[in-house]
Protein backbone atom coordinates (compact mmCIF):
# COMPACT_ATOMS: atom_id res chain seq x y z
CA UNK A 1 0.00 0.00 0.00
CA UNK A 2 1.00 3.18 -0.48
CA UNK A 3 2.28 5.51 2.04
CA UNK A 4 2.08 8.77 0.47
CA UNK A 5 -0.81 9.65 -1.77
CA UNK A 6 -0.53 12.28 -3.79
CA UNK A 7 -3.74 12.06 -6.24
CA UNK A 8 -3.51 15.52 -8.52
CA UNK A 9 -0.40 14.21 -11.27
CA UNK A 10 -0.65 17.91 -12.49
CA UNK A 11 -2.59 21.38 -11.93
CA UNK A 12 -2.89 24.13 -13.70
CA UNK A 13 -3.47 27.64 -11.76
CA UNK A 14 -3.87 31.42 -13.13
CA UNK A 15 -1.07 33.50 -11.54
CA UNK A 16 -2.32 34.99 -8.01
CA UNK A 17 -4.91 32.56 -7.48
CA UNK A 18 -4.45 30.22 -4.39
CA UNK A 19 -3.47 26.49 -4.72
CA UNK A 20 -4.67 23.45 -2.74
CA UNK A 21 -2.13 19.93 -3.46
CA UNK A 22 -2.90 17.50 -1.79
CA UNK A 23 -1.42 14.61 0.62
CA UNK A 24 -2.70 12.01 2.25
CA UNK A 25 -0.66 9.18 4.14
CA UNK A 26 -0.47 6.46 5.93
CA UNK A 27 1.33 5.09 9.08
CA UNK A 28 0.39 3.44 12.38
CA UNK A 29 3.18 5.55 14.13
CA UNK A 30 1.74 8.18 16.38
CA UNK A 31 5.12 9.98 15.77
CA UNK A 32 5.53 11.09 12.69
CA UNK A 33 6.92 14.08 10.12
CA UNK A 34 5.74 15.37 7.18
CA UNK A 35 7.64 17.43 4.60
CA UNK A 36 6.95 19.52 1.41
CA UNK A 37 9.76 19.75 -1.10
CA UNK A 38 9.30 21.46 -4.37
CA UNK A 39 11.36 20.09 -7.73
CA UNK A 40 11.90 23.00 -10.28
CA UNK A 41 13.02 21.56 -13.71
CA UNK A 42 16.54 21.75 -12.77
CA UNK A 43 16.18 18.76 -10.92
CA UNK A 44 17.50 20.22 -6.84
CA UNK A 45 14.74 19.25 -4.66
CA UNK A 46 14.16 22.70 -2.47
CA UNK A 47 12.97 21.95 1.62
CA UNK A 48 9.38 23.92 1.92
CA UNK A 49 7.75 23.37 4.93
CA UNK A 50 7.65 20.89 7.83
CA UNK A 51 4.50 19.27 10.25
CA UNK A 52 5.18 17.10 13.47
CA UNK A 53 2.22 14.78 14.13
CA UNK A 54 2.05 16.07 17.95
CA UNK A 55 1.88 19.69 16.66
CA UNK A 56 -1.31 21.63 17.13
CA UNK A 57 -1.22 24.35 14.97
CA UNK A 58 -0.45 24.27 11.16
CA UNK A 59 2.58 24.98 9.99
CA UNK A 60 3.36 28.04 7.93
CA UNK A 61 6.76 29.50 5.97
CA UNK A 62 5.93 32.80 4.19
CA UNK A 63 3.23 31.86 1.10
CA UNK A 64 3.06 28.75 2.48
CA UNK A 65 0.92 26.51 5.06
CA UNK A 66 0.23 23.56 6.01
CA UNK A 67 -3.53 22.15 6.13
CA UNK A 68 -2.58 19.32 8.94
CA UNK A 69 -6.00 16.81 9.41
CA UNK A 70 -4.68 14.34 11.15
CA UNK A 71 -7.60 12.21 11.70
CA UNK A 72 -8.09 12.13 8.40
CA UNK A 73 -4.33 11.40 7.70
CA UNK A 74 -4.07 14.49 5.69
CA UNK A 75 -1.63 17.22 4.79
CA UNK A 76 -2.20 19.60 2.00
CA UNK A 77 0.23 22.12 1.12
CA UNK A 78 -1.28 25.92 0.81
CA UNK A 79 0.39 28.07 -1.69
CA UNK A 80 -1.43 31.70 -1.13
CA UNK A 81 -0.42 33.97 -4.35
CA UNK A 82 0.49 31.58 -6.60
CA UNK A 83 3.37 33.51 -8.85
CA UNK A 84 5.08 32.54 -12.19
CA UNK A 85 8.18 31.18 -10.36
CA UNK A 86 5.62 27.92 -8.08
CA UNK A 87 5.74 26.05 -11.06
CA UNK A 88 7.20 22.80 -10.36
CA UNK A 89 6.93 19.53 -9.25
CA UNK A 90 5.86 19.38 -5.55
CA UNK A 91 6.55 16.62 -3.61
CA UNK A 92 4.93 15.29 0.13
CA UNK A 93 7.27 12.89 2.37
CA UNK A 94 6.90 11.63 5.49
CA UNK A 95 9.25 10.50 7.91
CA UNK A 96 7.88 7.87 10.84
CA UNK A 97 9.45 7.25 14.23
CA UNK A 98 11.42 4.52 16.05
CA UNK A 99 8.74 2.05 15.51
CA UNK A 100 7.88 2.92 12.09
CA UNK A 101 9.73 -0.38 11.08
CA UNK A 102 10.65 0.97 7.40
CA UNK A 103 14.40 2.51 6.63
CA UNK A 104 15.36 5.77 8.04
CA UNK A 105 14.92 8.19 5.06
CA UNK A 106 12.14 10.25 3.72
CA UNK A 107 8.87 8.20 1.73
CA UNK A 108 8.01 10.17 -0.74
CA UNK A 109 4.90 10.42 -2.73
CA UNK A 110 4.54 10.75 -7.03
CA UNK A 111 4.02 14.37 -7.10
CA UNK A 112 2.28 16.73 -8.42
CA UNK A 113 3.13 18.69 -11.47
CA UNK A 114 2.22 22.84 -10.81
CA UNK A 115 1.77 25.16 -13.99
CA UNK A 116 1.37 28.45 -13.09
CA UNK A 117 -0.57 30.72 -15.83
CA UNK A 118 -0.07 34.23 -16.36
CA UNK B 1 28.57 28.76 1.20
CA UNK B 2 27.54 25.50 3.03
CA UNK B 3 25.51 23.08 1.13
CA UNK B 4 25.54 19.71 -0.53
CA UNK B 5 27.72 19.20 -3.95
CA UNK B 6 27.14 16.31 -6.41
CA UNK B 7 29.49 15.67 -9.05
CA UNK B 8 29.83 14.71 -11.85
CA UNK B 9 25.93 16.26 -13.06
CA UNK B 10 25.72 13.69 -16.01
CA UNK B 11 27.61 10.46 -16.08
CA UNK B 12 27.64 8.06 -18.85
CA UNK B 13 27.71 4.03 -18.44
CA UNK B 14 29.14 1.31 -20.20
CA UNK B 15 27.68 -2.06 -20.08
CA UNK B 16 29.23 -4.49 -17.44
CA UNK B 17 31.27 -1.18 -15.90
CA UNK B 18 31.12 0.31 -12.60
CA UNK B 19 30.52 3.90 -11.73
CA UNK B 20 31.19 5.86 -8.47
CA UNK B 21 28.94 9.35 -7.86
CA UNK B 22 30.57 11.81 -5.81
CA UNK B 23 28.26 13.74 -2.87
CA UNK B 24 30.42 16.07 -0.21
CA UNK B 25 28.70 18.33 2.46
CA UNK B 26 30.33 21.37 4.14
CA UNK B 27 27.01 21.31 6.90
CA UNK B 28 28.59 19.58 9.45
CA UNK B 29 25.60 17.13 9.43
CA UNK B 30 25.68 13.85 10.91
CA UNK B 31 23.28 11.48 8.45
CA UNK B 32 23.62 11.08 4.72
CA UNK B 33 21.40 9.65 2.14
CA UNK B 34 21.64 8.69 -1.42
CA UNK B 35 17.92 8.34 -3.40
CA UNK B 36 16.91 7.31 -6.94
CA UNK B 37 14.24 9.18 -9.13
CA UNK B 38 12.79 7.64 -12.09
CA UNK B 39 10.55 9.91 -14.66
CA UNK B 40 7.42 10.73 -13.30
CA UNK B 41 8.11 9.03 -9.92
CA UNK B 42 8.64 10.31 -6.04
CA UNK B 43 12.07 9.43 -4.34
CA UNK B 44 13.27 5.88 -3.63
CA UNK B 45 16.01 5.38 -0.64
CA UNK B 46 18.93 3.80 -1.60
CA UNK B 47 21.31 3.50 1.00
CA UNK B 48 21.63 6.32 4.54
CA UNK B 49 24.30 6.85 7.37
CA UNK B 50 24.16 7.88 10.09
CA UNK B 51 27.30 8.15 11.12
CA UNK B 52 30.97 7.53 9.87
CA UNK B 53 32.06 4.04 9.39
CA UNK B 54 28.31 3.06 9.28
CA UNK B 55 25.32 2.66 6.21
CA UNK B 56 22.18 0.76 6.07
CA UNK B 57 20.30 -0.31 3.14
CA UNK B 58 17.56 1.60 1.89
CA UNK B 59 14.13 0.12 -0.08
CA UNK B 60 16.39 -0.56 -2.93
CA UNK B 61 19.87 -1.09 -2.23
CA UNK B 62 20.20 -4.31 -4.39
CA UNK B 63 23.28 -3.60 -7.66
CA UNK B 64 24.39 -0.53 -5.25
CA UNK B 65 27.20 -0.27 -2.99
CA UNK B 66 28.45 3.02 -0.36
CA UNK B 67 30.83 4.38 2.00
CA UNK B 68 31.24 6.30 5.02
CA UNK B 69 35.06 7.05 5.51
CA UNK B 70 34.77 10.52 6.12
CA UNK B 71 31.85 12.62 7.26
CA UNK B 72 31.89 14.92 4.30
CA UNK B 73 31.55 12.44 2.08
CA UNK B 74 29.27 9.69 1.01
CA UNK B 75 29.87 7.90 -2.56
CA UNK B 76 27.64 5.82 -4.18
CA UNK B 77 28.99 3.18 -6.26
CA UNK B 78 26.28 1.80 -9.11
CA UNK B 79 27.64 -1.64 -10.06
CA UNK B 80 27.18 -4.24 -13.01
CA UNK B 81 24.84 -5.78 -11.13
CA UNK B 82 22.20 -2.65 -11.38
CA UNK B 83 20.40 -4.34 -14.62
CA UNK B 84 18.47 -0.56 -14.90
CA UNK B 85 20.65 2.26 -13.42
CA UNK B 86 19.00 5.06 -15.81
CA UNK B 87 17.78 7.20 -13.19
CA UNK B 88 18.47 11.04 -11.41
CA UNK B 89 20.29 10.83 -8.25
CA UNK B 90 20.77 12.68 -5.44
CA UNK B 91 22.13 12.92 -2.51
CA UNK B 92 20.60 14.40 0.93
CA UNK B 93 22.02 15.37 4.08
CA UNK B 94 20.38 16.17 7.80
CA UNK B 95 21.86 17.03 11.16
CA UNK B 96 20.75 13.42 12.28
CA UNK B 97 17.64 10.88 12.57
CA UNK B 98 14.97 13.11 14.45
CA UNK B 99 11.93 13.06 12.81
CA UNK B 100 11.54 16.76 12.37
CA UNK B 101 14.72 17.17 10.84
CA UNK B 102 14.41 17.97 6.98
CA UNK B 103 17.12 16.98 4.38
CA UNK B 104 18.91 18.91 2.15
CA UNK B 105 19.67 17.92 -0.90
CA UNK B 106 22.21 18.23 -3.76
CA UNK B 107 21.95 19.08 -7.32
CA UNK B 108 21.27 15.26 -8.76
CA UNK B 109 23.90 13.25 -11.19
CA UNK B 110 21.95 11.85 -14.22
CA UNK B 111 23.13 8.33 -14.56
CA UNK B 112 22.45 7.23 -18.30
CA UNK B 113 23.77 3.81 -20.06
CA UNK B 114 25.68 4.09 -23.33
Known amino acids: AQKITQTQPGMFVQEKEAVTLDCTYD???????LFWYKQPSSGEMIFLIY??????QNATEGRYSLNFQKARKSANLVISASQLGDSAMYFC???????????????FGKGTHLIIQP | DGGITQSPKYLFRKEGQNVTLSCEQN?????MYWYRQDPGQGLRLIYY?????DFQKGDIAEGYSVSREKKESFPLTVTSAQKNPTAFYLC???WGRGINQPQHFGDGTRLSIL
Open chain 2, 92 to 94: ASS
Open chain 1, 27 to 33: TSDQSYG
Open chain 1, 51 to 56: QGSYDE
Open chain 1, 93 to 107: AMREGETGGGADGLT
Open chain 2, 27 to 31: LNHDA
Open chain 2, 49 to 53: SQIVN
